[in-house]
């Protein structure tokens, strides 16, 4: 039988070796050497013949963590893997999906097709931005969904699951389902990268316990507005807050402990050294090790990873 490699690239090494360490695939083998210009150079090793999966997702920088990964692609193809999966938890530019002002790039169409050129067959990833990346991606994807790994942290049976906009709904419905509450929808104006203009709140909130949801929290905007709409409609002030990716650009982790939530739970597709006592990072190591042991063993994700999970 094929040989399971996991190759862990410097984004989220921890990561790459708990999934291994699931697997009982030995440590991750990989070398990253850089140039003094900031050239990356990394190595790979043993992995002729087998059955490759590339841990790296793609946070801030996320340029370099990117190339760094279609680099560690490209080593692997070239060392003659039998197979090679991009596991990317994160996959940066996948808000890039559409184009609002004439001359724009597709970012997540852009990378995509990178991906699968460096030598990629497959890509595995987790709550992506874009619900059409299974269509824009050149190559099989599978995507899977961190709720499951979130929603048993929170005792959703006392609080009104709210998307922060209108993209999160499809989200906030997967939390909803085990919630006796309707689901709350804040209708939102983005008008910056940084500032967010809250235009109403579409649901009944008064003295409920609150649980805000969404797929990352960049800036931290989108949640402070959403929190400020929350009070200004009485809802009960023991807020959390639930994303699969921190991504937290400067100055967001900050924001969002001024904010005086009681949680804010986050997964580790992104590694994070050092936060406020509030934040809870939960591991979506389980979770992939179960997906590559799968397709490891050529089986159907049936039923769907993606789709299946329960609240204890």
């Not at 760094?68 to 999966?85: F, K, N, P, W």
């Not at 050149?138 to 709720?147: D, G, K, R, S």
Request: glycine content about 6%; hydrophobic content about 45%; some cysteine.
């Amino acid at each position: 039988m094929t040989v399971l490699r996991i190759i862990a690239g410097s984004a989220n090494p921890e990561l790459a070796a708990t999934i291994a360490n699931y697997l009982g695939a030995g440590p991750p083998e990989t070398v990253l050497d850089r140039f003094p210009d900031g050239e990356l150079l990394p190595t790979v090793e043993n992995v002729g013949g087998s059955d490759v999966y590339v841990v790296q997702p793609t946070p801030p920088p996320v340029n370099d963590h990117l190339a760094e990964l279609l680099l560690l692609l490209d080593a692997c193809q070239r060392a003659r893997a039998a197979r090679i999966t991009a596991v990317v938890p994160y996959l940066g530019y996948a808000r890039q999906d559409r184009r609002t002002h004439p001359g724009q790039a597709l970012g997540v169409a852009v990378f995509t097709r990178a991906i699968a050129a460096a030598g990629a067959h497959r890509l595995i990833v987790i709550d992506p931005h874009t619900p059409a990346l299974e269509a824009i991606c050149p190559i099989p994807t599978e995507t899977l969904t961190a709720v499951p790994v979130l929603a048993q942290e929170i005792a959703l049976s006392e609080r009104v699951v709210v998307a922060p906009d209108e993209g999160a709904v499809k989200l906030a419905e997967q939390y909803a389902q085990v919630s006796p509450n309707p689901l709350a929808v804040v209708r939102k104006r983005r008008e910056s990268g940084t500032t967010v203009t809250a235009l109403e709140l579409i649901g009944d909130v008064r003295g409920a316990l609150p649980v805000i949801v969404d797929d990352m929290i960049s800036t931290g905007a989108t949640i402070e507005t959403a929190v400020g709409l929350l009070r200004v409609h009485d809802a009960a002030p023991d807020v959390t807050v639930a994303a699969t990716h921190g991504v937290f650009a400067h100055g967001a982790v900050g924001r969002l402990h001024r904010l005086g939530l009681r949680h804010v739970l986050i997964t580790d597709t992104i590694a994070h050294r050092s936060l406020p006592p509030e934040f809870q990072v939960c591991s979506i190591a389980p979770l992939l090790a179960e997906a590559i042991a799968a397709m490891h063993d050529n089986a159907a994700l049936h039923p769907p990873v993606s789709t299946v999970w329960s609240i204890s």
